[in-house]
Nanobody
């Protein structure tokens, strides 16, 4: 069974850091571009960051540039999202998704994880 499993979410104070992980099960993540998306309560899901299959190309939403870093370790079949200087507006459920190429368009992603909650609050 092909699965993506996110982990690393939790409660953190403003200014704090979290590292999310997206692990592939049943397939090789190294063949896929990976996108991180998030959905806050009452809002539409939005793209946060994406990385090409090789890791050579990355992209970020303006709202997280300079604070978030996406990376991947294909040997571990895992993609990471390091989130620093977290703000209350970063509170959301974070999803990773695997697709054939790097894009912000959700419809081009074939596999999705179940999501992990990130809450930034004092």
């Amino acid at each position: 069974q092909l699965q993506l499993v996110e982990s690393g979410g939790g409660l953190v104070q403003p200014g704090g850091s979290l590292r999310l992980s997206c692990a592939g099960s049943g397939f090789t993540l190294g063949y896929y571009a990976i996108g991180w998306f998030r959905q806050a309560p009452g809002k539409e899901r939005e793209g946060v960051s994406a990385i090409s299959s090789s890791g050579a190309i990355t992209d970020y939403a303006d709202s997280v540039k300079g604070r978030f870093t996406i990376s991947r370790d294909n040997a571990k079949n895992t993609v990471y999202l390091q989130m620093n200087s977290l703000k209350p507006e970063d509170t959301a459920v974070y999803y990773c998704a695997a697709g054939r190429f790097l894009t912000w368009f959700e419809r081009h992603y074939d596999y999705w994880g179940q999501g992990t909650q990130v809450t930034v609050s004092s």
